[in-house]
């Protein structure tokens, strides 16, 4: 079956940065477009950004525009989350997610697009 796995999760000092793994199985990852969401306590989950099968397109939600940057590793079945001037604000559960889609420069942005998640890595910023 599909499982994606994250990892990379920590806590680290406002200003920093950092980078978050997905490692999939039980797919063939190229033909998934993948994405990031990521959900703070208390709040409802929110897109941080996707990326398409060929990794050529990418797309990013308001927490993700300008400090975030997807990419993915086709060959090793993975997606990266590089995140920096990270703030506390960046707090949260970070979830990984795929869904098979048959446009090959598709990016999906919404919860209900995608198909499998992962259980998350916590990303804790400190003051």
């Known amino acids: 079956q599909v499982q994606l796995v994250e990892s990379g999760g920590s806590m680290v000092q406002a200003g920093d940065s950092l980078r978050v793994s997905c490692s999939a199985s039980?797919?063939?990852?190229?033909?998934?477009?993948m994405g990031w969401f990521r959900q703070a306590r208390g709040k409802e989950r929110e897109f941080v950004g996707g990326?398409?099968?060929?990794?050529?397109?990418?797309y990013y939600g308001d927490s993700g525009k300008g400090r975030f940057t997807i990419s993915r590793d086709n060959a090793k079945n993975a997606v990266y989350l590089q995140m920096n001037s990270l703030t506390p604000e960046d707090t949260a559960v970070y979830y990984c997610?795929?869904?098979?889609?048959?446009?090959?420069?598709?990016?999906?942005?919404?919860?209900?697009?995608?198909?499998?998640w992962g259980q998350g890595t916590q990303v804790i910023i400190s003051s």
């Open positions: 997610a795929a869904s098979e889609i048959l446009i090959p420069n598709m990016v999906l942005h919404t919860a209900q697009q995608y198909a499998y």
């Open positions: 039980g797919l063939a990852f190229s033909r998934y477009a």
């Open positions: 990326i398409s099968t060929t990794g050529y397109n990418t």
